[in-house]
């Protein structure tokens, strides 16, 4: 059974920083596409960050670009969402997913597997 587990997240003031995680277990990632997407209240769920099975290539949505930076290590079944510089706009859950297609970047639909979710609150 494929499972995705975020963590990481919490309550953080403007300008903190907050460093997500999510494991995988029950497959191995070494083909896979993991993207990182979040939901704010009464808003569509945004796709904000994909990385390419090798690393090689890497999307950020407009929103998080020189803020955000999305790894992942070669071996490991994990991806990691480095969160600078943030602000009250990015509050929301972080949920991470995984995928067998290519060029899925950061379209949800192209998503087969996916985390519950972990909540960013950004607030003073």
């Known amino acids: 059974q494929v499972q995705l587990v975020e963590s990481g997240g919490g309550l953080v003031q403007p300008g903190g920083s907050l460093r997500l995680s999510c494991e995988v277990t029950?497959?191995?990632?070494?083909?896979?596409?993991i993207g990182w997407f979040r939901q704010a209240p009464g808003k569509e769920r945004e796709g904000i960050s994909s990385v390419s099975s090798d690393s090689a290539i890497t999307y950020y949505a407009d929103s998080v670009k020189g803020r955000f930076t999305n790894s992942r290590n070669s071996g490991e079944s994990a991806s990691y969402l480095q969160m600078n510089n943030l602000k009250p706009e990015d509050t929301a859950v972080y949920y991470c997913?995984?995928?067998?297609?290519?060029?899925?970047?950061?379209?949800?639909?192209?998503?087969?597997?996916w985390g519950r979710g972990t909540q960013v609150t950004v607030s003073s």
């Open positions: 997913a995984t995928t067998r297609v290519v060029n899925a970047g950061l379209d949800s639909r192209k998503y087969m597997y």
């Open positions: 029950g497959l191995t990632l070494d083909n896979y596409v």
